[in-house]
């Protein structure tokens, strides 16, 4: 008896499952033309990994190794692009490791206590990020998905220490080694101290690891759904402002004693694994065996946790492939405008940005940088800037918000193709962007209420939202009209990946980077009129501004419609390329 399957679960890698009479499975993975890793599994006899004819290895993690770089090097192929900005990144690791461990090895000019905080805090940070990081690129890399290696014939604890071994295989993972290794240079006293240290260092490094493979594994099922992409959006909301969190406390008047604020995150996070790694690598006596030890009774306990989640996610089925209830309703602008193309196109958006995780994230970034942005000039300000501080967070939102739609026709992708059959004529393709900037002005207008609102409740006067929200209207109709020519001047693929987080399809990275630093542009010098007048003082100049965003948006769509008429089929293929 014998049965074949091919799976491209690591990039290209081909795989080949014979069953044999004997009950015997082998698996052959072809990694590439004269350069192949040949695995075979036998069910009796172990695993052992045919590297060339005659010669079987046993395998184990340089397998995993070995795949995880060709799937690097197979992106990169044929691509000039890609391969200049893996350069780049790697030239940024080798930066960040190198810097990194220099500042960290030179705390030990600092008083002990100072550099023990110091190391108590960067070892937090980088827990954290090894734990929150690797899920942004969750629907980017294919070896955080075990869902990839479920057809393997591989035991469990084949696949966790492959996994991990290329979990720590790249230049970011080794960058962030040097860094954490500058702490023993820093720290460490006498012999005893930078071995224990070395030690106490290693351990951390793998928790991080263990920790990200295990947040990883747990989600994997829930990342794969609409939903789970959904929390994964507006978690990236909190993870914006806790990165600025730092400098909004700076703002708020801690400026003044940092030496305090690093006291006290360190009394807390003291007792975490980071802040017991820290003392382990400073103290180099009795306490540091202790703590070592904690360190691998916790790195021993992530590793179980780790293989419970494995050998779960790969036996649950998966969530993303499961039917959904389909509720027939209509939205409250479907019922109040006529039937027709501007309804059809207007509740088709508003779906997008509903259900759309794609749809959603331009929203969760312009509300992030606009509250940011409101509570930063709060709290750099001395109390004389007045309006000023209500008026430009408003008009720093619309302005976000508009630069999110420089790309309208992107989202629809293939589906466009649609269009050719029910438009015959520019006023059809002028119809179908007013649709859309219904459906912007419904959920934007409100919320740009709301902003405005909060910066002048912030900024001392309530009053201040009154022009705060006229101005930031008409910058969003300016930029509403700049949008719709982008739109159809520079059109590019918005991805349909699991991950929500990317711009374009590989290949049109400068053409979306020129859309948006166009429109950018283009709403500034086209918002001034109107904006720059009110934030002067001049607040009367806010009854302009609707009036005069309403007129360049039509004058936007005019033009855009015709232009849309004009190119529809580079219009379809710059919306339709293969991600």
């Not at 179908?432 to 709301?450: C, F, N, S």
């Amino acid at each position: 008896m014998a049965g074949g399957t091919s799976a491209g679960a690591w990039g290209g890698a081909g795989t080949d499952a014979g069953v044999s009479a004997g009950g015997g499975v082998r698996t052959d993975v072809g990694m590439g033309v004269g350069g192949g890793v040949k695995t075979g599994v036998g069910m009796g006899a172990g695993t052992d990994v045919g590297a060339g004819a005659g010669t079987t290895v046993r395998v184990g993690p340089m397998v995993f190794v070995r795949l995880k770089l060709r799937l690097v090097a197979g992106n990169l192929s044929g691509s000039t692009q890609r391969l200049l900005g893996f350069v780049f990144t790697a030239i940024a690791a080798f930066l960040f490791g190198t810097l990194g461990f220099l500042s960290t090895a030179m705390l030990r000019l600092a008083p002990a206590d100072i550099a023990l905080e110091t190391v108590t805090v960067l070892f937090a940070v980088f827990l954290v990020g090894w734990a929150v990081v690797p899920l942004l690129a969750f629907g980017l890399d294919d070896t955080l998905d075990p869902s990839r290696l479920a057809l393997f014939p591989l035991r469990t604890g084949q696949l966790v220490t492959g996994m991990f071994a290329a979990s720590v295989t790249g230049v970011w993972p080794l960058a962030s080694l040097t860094v954490m290794a500058g702490a023993v240079a820093g720290l460490a006293t006498g012999i005893g101290g930078v071995i224990l240290g070395a030690v106490a260092v290693l351990l951390h490094f793998a928790l991080c690891v263990m920790i990200s493979r295990l947040v990883t594994t747990s989600l994997s099922g829930l990342l794969r759904t609409r939903r789970g992409r959904d929390v994964l959006a507006v978690s990236v909301v909190f993870v914006v402002l806790a990165a600025q969190l730092p400098n909004l406390l700076l703002n708020g008047g801690l400026a003044a004693d940092p030496r305090a604020v690093l006291y006290g995150l360190a009394s807390v996070l003291r007792w975490t694994p980071s802040g017991v790694a820290a003392g382990s690598v400073a103290d180099g006596g009795l306490t540091a065996v202790a703590g070592v030890a904690m360190l691998a009774v916790l790195l021993a306990g992530a590793g179980w946790l780790w293989i419970a989640a494995l050998r779960r996610a790969l036996v649950s089925p998966d969530a993303s492939t499961q039917g959904a209830s389909v509720r027939n309703s209509r939205g409250l602008l479907a019922r109040l405008l006529p039937d027709g193309q501007l309804a059809a196109v207007a509740g088709k958006e508003l779906k997008y940005a509903r259900r759309d995780p794609r749809g959603r994230v331009g929203w969760f970034a312009a509300v992030a940088v606009t509250g940011i942005m409101a509570f930063s000039m709060y709290g750099n300000s001395d109390g004389a800037a007045g309006s000023f501080l209500a008026i430009l967070p408003a008009c720093i939102g619309a302005l976000m918000i508009s630069i999110q739609w420089c790309n309208a026709f992107g989202i629809d992708g293939r589906s466009l193709w649609m269009n050719a059959v029910a438009y015959g004529t520019d006023r059809d393709w002028r119809t179908d962007i007013a649709g859309r900037h219904l459906a912007v002005a419904t959920i934007a207008v409100p919320l740009l209420l709301v902003l405005a609102t909060v910066a002048a409740l912030l900024a001392g006067n309530v009053v201040w939202a009154v022009p705060a929200a006229f101005t930031a209207w008409g910058v969003l109709g300016a930029g509403l009209g700049v949008g719709a020519l982008t739109s159809v001047l520079m059109p590019y693929t918005v991805p349909e990946r699991l991950n929500a987080f990317t711009g374009a399809a590989p290949g049109q990275g400068g053409v979306a980077f020129a859309a948006s630093f166009g429109a950018l542009i283009g709403t500034g010098l086209l918002a001034l009129p109107i904006a720059l007048p009110v934030l002067l003082g001049l607040t009367w100049v806010a009854a302009l501004a609707v009036p005069y965003g309403l007129l360049l948006s039509w004058g936007g769509r005019r033009v855009a419609g015709k232009i849309a008429f004009a190119r529809y089929p580079a219009l379809l293929k710059a919306s339709s390329m293969a991600t």
